[in-house]
Nanobody, 127 residues
Framework: QEHLVESGGGLVQAGGSLRLSCAAS????????MGWFRQAPGKEREFVAA????????YYADSVKDRFITSRDNAKNTVWLQMNSLKPEDTAVYYC????????????????????WGQGTQVTVSS
């Protein structure tokens, strides 16, 4: 079982950057594909980025492509989301999620595919 804790959220001006971290407590982190999702007030939780357990494959929502980068270090049980050129519409609570995966290059972008979730971290982008 994985326990996930996000950190790194905060208030930033438009055009700025933030780096979110997601630390996992389990001993099998390297077998988990990871995802990032976000939820703005009154909206559905939406996919942001995903990374395979090996880190070989990543996938991004069109809205963040070329601005956000996800990466991981399995030795540190940590996945990151580097967010650049932030926009007010990026304001949301950001969640990391994990699911077991057999395939080194497979990622998942449907929130229903994920088994474990963090508590979320607030990101607010001012205009």
């Amino acid at each position: 079982q994985e326990h996930l804790v996000e950190s790194g959220g905060g208030l930033v001006q438009a055009g700025g950057s933030l780096r979110l971290s997601c630390a996992a407590s389990g001993r099998t982190f390297s077998t988990y594909a990871m995802g990032w999702f976000r939820q703005a007030p009154g909206k559905e939780r939406e996919f942001v980025a995903a990374i395979s357990w090996s880190g070989d494959s990543t996938y991004y929502a069109d809205s963040v492509k070329d601005r956000f980068i996800t990466s991981r270090d399995n030795a540190k049980n940590t996945v990151w989301l580097q967010m650049n050129s932030l926009k007010p519409e990026d304001t949301a609570v950001y969640y990391c999620a994990a699911r077991r995966s057999l395939y080194r290059r497979t990622y998942y972008y449907d929130k229903e595919d994920y088994e474990y979730w963090g508590q979320g971290t607030q990101v607010t982008v001012s205009s």
